[in-house]
């Protein structure tokens, strides 16, 4: 069964501490893997998509890439402004109407 | 056209009532997703349409759930005979399946079932 895991469930830095957020999937066949930002409240906003193993894509801090078992999210020098929740979602190629999100890493950035 | 929205914002109701929901997608996206999703929980997949069709759905959604799409614009997701579990964010998300598979989520509406 299509799977995706995220760890850790919380991250706790400081201000300009860099660290990375994992995303672990299983799914026959991987057509994309998607990272999303969630404010409280708030629906998830799309950050990258990663198509196959190797690929990287950046965006201001934030930096993604992905191997054949899990994808990781690399925050550098993060500010509290990138508090929120990183959701990680794939979709497989025999379906493509489906996306299986993980659980999601709650990210607090302290200044 | 500012995005995806979602009314109402909030639902209360009481168990055994029905209750809709509707999503206004962008304009020109001819993908429409509901999702469904409980605290500290990543959004789960309930339905999905192209256009007016809908082809796919979860298998974990029960028969008391619904959703319609007419003429391929807005959509509406029904509860009936709503329960305590039904208790959860709703959210729609709408592509127009290139751009990177990019999927624009509305707010959602939160749903309580007392």
């Known amino acids: 069964e299509d799977q995706v895991t995220q760890s850790p469930e919380a991250l706790r830095l400081q201000e300009g501490e860099s660290s990375s957020l994992n995303c672990s999937y299983t799914v026959s066949g991987l057509r994309g893997l998607f990272w999303y930002r969630q404010d409280p409240g708030k629906g998830p906003e799309f950050l990258f998509t990663?198509?196959?193993a190797g690929e990287e894509k950046e965006k201001e801090r934030l930096k993604a890439t992905l191997t054949k078992k899990e994808s990781f999210l690399h925050i550098t020098a993060p500010k509290p402004e990138d508090s929120a929740t990183y959701l990680c979602a794939v979709q497989a190629k025999y379906n493509f109407n489906k996306f299986y999100f993980g659980s999601g890493t709650k990210l607090n950035v302290k200044p | 056209d500012t995005g995806v929205s979602q009314n109402p914002r909030h639902k209360i109701t009481k168990r055994g009532q029905n209750v809709t929901f509707r999503c206004d997608p962008i304009?020109?996206?001819?993908?429409l997703y509901w999702y469904r999703q409980t605290l500290g929980q990543g959004p789960e997949f309930l339905t999905y349409f192209q256009n007016e069709a809908q082809l796919e759905k979860s298998r974990l959604l029960s028969d008391r759930f619904s959703a319609e799409r007419p003429k391929g614009s807005f959509s509406t997701l029904e509860i009936q005979r709503t329960e305590q579990g039904d208790s959860a964010m709703y959210l729609c998300?709408?592509?127009?399946?290139?751009?990177?598979?990019?999927?624009?989520f509305g707010p959602g509406t939160r749903l309580t079932v007392l």
């Open positions: 304009s020109e996206h001819n993908r």
């Open positions: 998300a709408s592509s127009d399946g290139l751009r990177s598979n990019e999927q624009f």
């Open positions: 990663l198509y196959s």
